[in-house]
Each structure stands twice: as structure tokens, then as C-alpha cells.
């Protein structure tokens, strides 16, 4: 194996769960294939990477394969639709009530999440669920930290008034 090859594992690899997690919110369908695609993306362009942390990189190339899927959707004229199992939770309890309350809940907390304007679930989701800084969500959107402290400001504002 060469050095590239093995840097590129070394320093994205670790990054592929929320790079999948990222594509799940933008494309449910297709995040499979666009989690791939940026990867694949990600180790073409590898030489161009500048060093410092590959998840902010990462997710940009993931945004960006996930605009180029939308734009291929709407030139199909096909909408993709959310999948059936989404928000299905798997637990250890031995109670059923407190199981099914709780996949309730989590299909709820998804379907307002899903209900956001993209530029809000995005920061959201990379906030919250991918626990990056500001400054590496700064990096993958493009976006001033002032702007994304304001946009992850309101996104959660939007969600307290979506689940009471």
C-alpha cells in the first residue's frame, strides 16, 4: 500500500460514519451512494488536502455531492422519498412501552429535524450529532461562524416551537 493511500485511510476513514450521517439527512435514499461518491471524491482530490482535520474537508466534498445529487434528482423529475425504517431504534429494554415511547419520540425529534430549512438542519446536525466546533462547521459550510452561530441558534429555536 503507498503513502498516500494509507494517510488518506489513516485521516478520513475515521470520518466515513458522519459522512454517512451527513448524506442520511440531505438524501435519505441515495446516502449510501453519496457517502461513497465523496469518499471516492475525497481520495482523488487528496493532494490538494492542506493537512490539519480532514472531517471539516470531508463534509464539504459530502455537501457538495449531495447538491449534485438534488440537482440530478430534479433533472429526473424524481423526488426521493424518506425511508419507511427511519428513526427505528433498537434497545436492550425488556419493556415495550418504554420502547415504543421512545422510537415515538425519535421519529418525532427526526421529522422536525427533516422539517428544518437546509441551512438549519445542516448545522444542527453537524453540531449536535457529529459534535463538530464552529470553526470546523464554519469550514464545511462555507459559512462565517457568526453565521452559523446564528443559524444553530435558530434551528433550535425552531425545534422548541415544533415539539412542545
Known sequence: MDDRR???????????????????????????????EAMLRAFRAFDGFRGGDAKPWLLAIVRNCCRNARAQARRRSHVPLPEDDAGTMVSDDADPEVEAVRA????????AIA???NEFREVLILREMEEMSYREIAETTGAPIGTVMSRLARARGMLKEKLP
Open 6 to 36: 494509507r494517510t488518506f485511510e489513516a485521516q478520513a476513514l475515521p470520518h466515513l460514519d458522519a459522512a454517512y450521517n451527513l448524506a442520511r439527512w440531505h438524501a435519505p435514499i441515495d446516502a449510501e451512494d453519496i457517502a461513497q
Open 104 to 111: 415515538s419520540e425519535s421519529r418525532r425529534l427526526n421529522a
Open 115 to 117: 422539517l428544518l430549512p
